[in-house]
């Protein structure tokens, strides 16, 4: 059964940190390319940090450059999302997605990503 499962969302102060996790089940990350989305209410969902499945190419948000980092651990079939510097924007639903499309470009639209997690809550307090 193919399955996303993100972990490490929580409630932290404006400035601080969290990491989050997405183990995949089913399939191997290393062949796909990864997005790690996030959707506050009335919102519509965003991308964040997509990469492709070469780790060649990453796009990231102007809103966390510099604060959001990606990577990738093959080993334990595992992305991570490093969130620094959090502000109370932040706040939403994050949602790691993985797709096998692959066109040498990071890809950061909802339609292009077919595996999804069902989402961890990041809340971010001033």
């Known amino acids: 059964q193919v399955q996303l499962v993100e972990s490490g969302g929580g409630w932290v102060q404006a400035g601080g940190s969290l990491n989050l996790s997405c183990v995949a089940s089913g399939f191997s990350l290393d062949r796909y390319a990864i997005g790690w989305f996030r959707q506050a209410p009335g919102k519509e969902r965003e991308g964040v940090v997509c990469i492709n499945n070469s780790d060649t190419d990453t796009r990231i948000a102007e809103s966390v450059k510099g604060r959001f980092s990606f990577s990738r651990d093959n080993a334990k079939n595992t992305v991570s999302l490093q969130m620094d510097s959090l502000k109370p924007e932040d706040s939403a639903v994050y949602y790691c997605?993985?797709?096998?499309?692959?066109?040498?470009?990071?890809?950061?639209?909802?339609?292009?990503?077919?595996?999804w997690g069902q989402g961890t809550q990041v809340t971010v307090s001033s």
């Open positions: 997605a993985a797709t096998g499309l692959t066109t040498g470009q990071a890809m950061c639209t909802v339609d292009s990503f077919y595996y």
